[in-house]
């Protein structure tokens, strides 16, 4: 079986910072492109981020130059570094990654999600 565990979720204070992580565990043979949606309430989810293995990036235009993707390969974990935050931000972010299994096979994993709110 494979996990994803998200982490780093809060409020934050508009113009402020939150860093998201997202290890993926289990019975992995390789982890393959990885990434982040998000979903505010009422609306529908949207792609933020995605990174593949060897690094290269693709940010939707609404977080480019204010988040960061990153990703360790050494612990199968994806990030995701969000500065000058805004209200709008404010959604479930949820971390996904393409895992093989084994050599032949790879789906796609999603996290349990994590609830961000920019708020004063």
């Known amino acids: 079986q494979v996990q994803l565990v998200e982490s780093g979720g809060g409020l934050v204070q508009p113009g402020g910072s939150l860093r998201l992580s997202c290890a993926a565990s289990?019975?992995?043979?390789?982890?393959?492109?990885m990434g982040w949606y998000r979903q505010a309430p009422g609306k529908e989810r949207e792609l933020v981020a995605t990174?593949?293995?060897?690094?290269?990036?693709n940010y939707a235009d609404f977080v480019k130059g204010r988040f960061t993707i990153s990703r360790d390969n050494a612990k199968n974990t994806v990030y995701l570094q969000m500065n000058s935050l805004k209200a709008e931000d404010t959604a479930v972010y949820y971390c996904?990654?393409?895992?093989?299994?084994?050599?032949?096979?790879?789906?796609?994993?999603w996290g349990q999600g994590t609830q961000v709110t920019v708020s004063s």
């Open positions: 996904y990654a393409w895992i093989a299994q084994t050599m032949n096979v790879i789906r796609q994993y």
């Open positions: 990174i593949i293995s060897g690094g290269s990036t």
């Open positions: 289990g019975s992995i043979f390789s982890v393959n492109t």
